[in-house]
């Protein structure tokens, strides 16, 4: 989605703001550009090309001053062009925008009244416009751009500058990040921290509502109402080999052979002897869940896919009911809320619109207590639940979810474990042997991945294919559909998860000797049934690719490739089957020739609905 860079040194800016959109670049977009200003004039450059391209056109054209906002953008309101893209500008102002203004066609409609004209088919235009009209009045650029933002609705998050003020940079956010960094005689904002680790660790997270006025040496927040707030710094710990490729070819791949090491730090420190320890989840001193009686799980795309394995898991170890909704669905559902239910919201970025809507509505709704699973601790998620999981991921860049997945799985096992132990339900010998699986995770993850000569072997195979099946039963259910959207979203073959028993209720139509079937089949206490349903594909000419248990020793034949991985606890077996089905897509995908880490039209992070 898109991506903001603002600064305001002694320096040229010009480099620090296209350095903050080439790794900006991972959230997707369609068209950049860059608005610096120097000796009282705009110089504004625009492509609907990537960064490199608006990078080469700066050398060219040249892009001075110390002041400056820079822009990725996504398209919403009006198709990617460069008059669509940001920054745009007014005779005196500048500004980029992530979000969207909900009520602009009023505030435009009042607007062309007042004789203003629109070059952009933009919300943000309307915003500027807004803006520019109250500094019209005599407000000072603060005032106007707070009283502008009064009047907006929708969400935003805004870099302003103005030509007649080069020693100003404004910021404002509400339900969009935007977070600003510290320098040493400069300082810069962004939307996130990623945009700024090669000029600064130190940051302050805006809230909603907040509007910043940064200068060279000084940065004052303010809230809604112009009061003065007091914000604390944060050190990031990120540094740059968790935004760099290193020796992989892609991020996505990268973040593949990451997920071992990725599950022992989601581990770290939260396993005791028999169980969870007590500081594994962040806000347990404050808010008990002994009282929990119900669960209800919210999340989007691969994070709903891990909810829907967490039901399984909690289901049966702890005995609470759990059910597992898409929140773009929940947020606009009179949902009846049940005593005592326990609201789970899992999400890499901390900061997808439909999830973080529902926390909001959840909050309203009654629920005991909510918490969430999330990889961004200074995400408005985290910030806003009252309890939290992290799940240590590292930075994960490709758009196509990974690392992310497996550390939000193996994050439900352990509330699962803790909620075991606190409602009862899980004896002390079974919590042990759970948490001693759980050890092990990171080495059956190894040797999962050691199928992966085969499985680039293997997607030749699927290189002209148009379409593909993924059946799985019961727990491994979740794990078909995520190996659907994952071989989607990068490779653009169309992909559908079914469970495997639903075959005969319609998909079976499809099957022919076109149509990839890949099956995931462990041995598990469904192995059986699942057998039938390779048997039914079987029969119909359909081809299938079986990841299977190394134990069981299946055999390949003329419609059959059997690929095994490593036996497992039966709990575990989501973790690790999944690792298969992202070497698939992602072989797909590098074969296809997609643009592997930033598909078309999809986003990092959907900050707008
Ligand atoms: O940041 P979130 O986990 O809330 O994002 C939710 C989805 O947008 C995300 O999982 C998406 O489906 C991924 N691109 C899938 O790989």
């Known amino acids: 989605m898109c991506g903001i860079v603002g600064a305001i040194a002694q320096r040229d800016v010009s480099e620090i703001l296209l350095e903050g959109l080439s790794r900006l670049e991972y959230r997707g977009y369609d068209s950049a550009g860059i608005c610096t200003v120097a000796d009282g004039k705009f110089h504004c450059l625009k492509t609907i090309e990537k960064v490199q391209a608006l990078r080469t056109e700066v050398a060219k054209a040249g892009c001075p001053g110390g002041l400056g906002i820079a ?5 919403t309101h009006g198709g990617p062009s460069v008059v669509n893209a940001h920054p745009h500008l007014t005779e005196r102002l500048a500004m980029c925008h992530n979000g969207i203004i909900e009520n602009y066609q009023q505030l435009k409609d009042k607007l062309q009244a007042q004789g203003y004209q629109f070059k952009s088919q933009t919300d943000t235009e309307v915003l500027l ?22 009047q907006a609705e929708g969400s935003y998050a805004l870099a302003l500058i103005d030509r007649e003020h080069p020693g100003d940079l404004y910021g404002a956010r509400r339900h969009s990040p935007l977070v600003v960094g510290l320098g040493i005689g400069e300082n810069f904002l962004a939307s996130d921290v990623l945009a700024l680790l090669p000029v600064t660790r130190r940051f302050i997270y805006l809230d909603d509502g907040e509007l910043v006025h940064i200068t060279r040496g000084s940065v004052e927040i303010f809230n809604a109402q112009g009061q003065r707030v007091e914000k604390d710094i944060a050190e990031s710990s990120l540094d740059a080999e968790s935004i760099s490729k290193g020796r992989y070819r892609h991020f996505m791949q990268k973040e593949i052979f990451e997920q071992p090491q990725a599950l022992e730090n989601t581990a770290m420190g939260r396993l005791s002897a028999d169980g969870i320890a007590p500081d594994a989840i962040s806000g347990l001193a404050q808010h008990d869940l002994s009282a929990v009686d119900n669960i209800k799980i919210v999340a989007c795309g691969t994070s709903y896919h891990a909810g829907l394995v967490g039901k399984y898991w909690l289901e049966e170890l702890t005995g609470l009911a759990t059910s597992v909704e898409i929140a773009s669905e929940y947020r606009y559902r009179k949902a009846v809320v049940k005593e005592n239910t326990l609201f789970v919201t899992i999400s890499q970025s901390g900061e997808t619109a439909d999830t973080l809507a529902c926390l909001r509505l959840a909050k309203e709704q009654g629920y005991l207590k909510t918490l969430c699973i999330c990889n961004v601790h200074s995400s408005s998620l985290v910030r806003e639940s009252d309890l939290s999981l992290l799940t240590r991921a590292g930075a994960e860049i490709g758009v196509a979810s990974t690392k992310a997945f497996v550390t939000q799985l193996l994050c439900l096992l352990l509330l699962s474990l803790y909620l075991g132990e606190v409602k009862g339900t899980l004896s002390a010998p079974r919590r042990t042997q759970l948490v001693e699986s759980i050890k092990k995770l990171p080495a059956l993850c190894r040797d999962a991945l050691g199928q992966d000569e085969a499985i680039r072997q293997l997607a030749q195979e699927f290189a002209g294919k148009h379409h593909c099946l993924f059946l799985g039963r019961g727990i491994m259910y979740p794990i078909a559909l995520e190996g659907a959207l994952k071989l989607k979203e990068i490779s653009y073959i169309h992909a559908e998860g079914y469970a495997a028993g639903e075959l005969k209720h319609g998909p079976i139509a499809l099957i022919d000797k076109d149509m990839p079937v890949v099956v995931v089949a462990p041995d598990n206490a469904l192995l059986s049934k699942l057998l039938s349903n390779i048997e039914e594909v079987r029969a119909r000419g359909g081809l299938l690719y079986i990841f299977s248990t190394r134990s069981l020793k299946l055999k390949n034949d003329a419609h059959s490739r059997i690929f095994t991985l490593p036996d497992a ?37 959907v900050t707008v609905e």
């Open 71 to 75: 822009h990725t953008r996504w398209a």
């Open 569 to 605: 606890d039966e709990l575990l077996q989501p973790l690790i089957f999944t690792i298969p089905l992202q070497l698939l897509s992602y072989h797909c995908a590098v074969i296809n020739g997609t643009d592997v880490d930033q598909p078309r039209n999809l986003a990092k992070a």
């Open 129 to 150: 416009c807004l803006i520019d009209s109250l500094v019209k009045t005599g407000l000072d650029t603060q005032e106007a751009f707070r009283q502008a933002l009064l």
